[in-house]
C-alpha cells in the first residue's frame, strides 16, 4: 500500500514539475534559450529533451556550449580583476 501511495505522489510531482517547467519556458525565443533556462534550474537533461521537444543529444550539447561559455566568461573576469589590482 505504501508503495503504491508513493508511486501516485511520485507521478504527481512529475507533473507538477512538467507543468512547472513549461511555464518557466513560455516566453523564450527558441529551443536553446528554454533548454539553457531548464538547464539553469537543475532539471534532469531527459527531462529537458521532453519538455523541449528534442533529443537528449541536443540538450546535451546545448548544455556543455553554456558551461564552456560560462567558464570562458569566469576567466576573463577574473583576469580583468587581476589586471585593475
Not at 508511486?7 to 519556458?25: E, F, M, Q
Not at 534550474?41 to 564552456?68: F, H, K, Q
Amino acid at each position: 500500500m505504501e508503495e503504491e501511495t508513493l508511486a501516485r505522489i511520485d507521478r504527481k510531482l512529475d507533473a507538477v514539475v512538467r507543468l512547472l517547467a513549461n511555464r518557466t519556458i513560455e516566453d523564450t525565443k527558441n529551443k536553446t534559450e528554454a533548454i539553457t533556462k531548464l538547464g539553469t534550474l537543475g532539471l534532469d537533461p531527459n527531462l529537458i529533451a521532453e519538455i523541449v521537444d528534442t533529443t537528449l543529444a541536443t540538450v546535451s550539447v546545448r548544455l556543455s556550449e553554456v558551461r564552456r561559455k560560462s567558464k570562458t566568461q569566469t576567466k576573463q573576469v577574473k583576469k580583468k580583476v587581476e589586471s585593475d589590482e
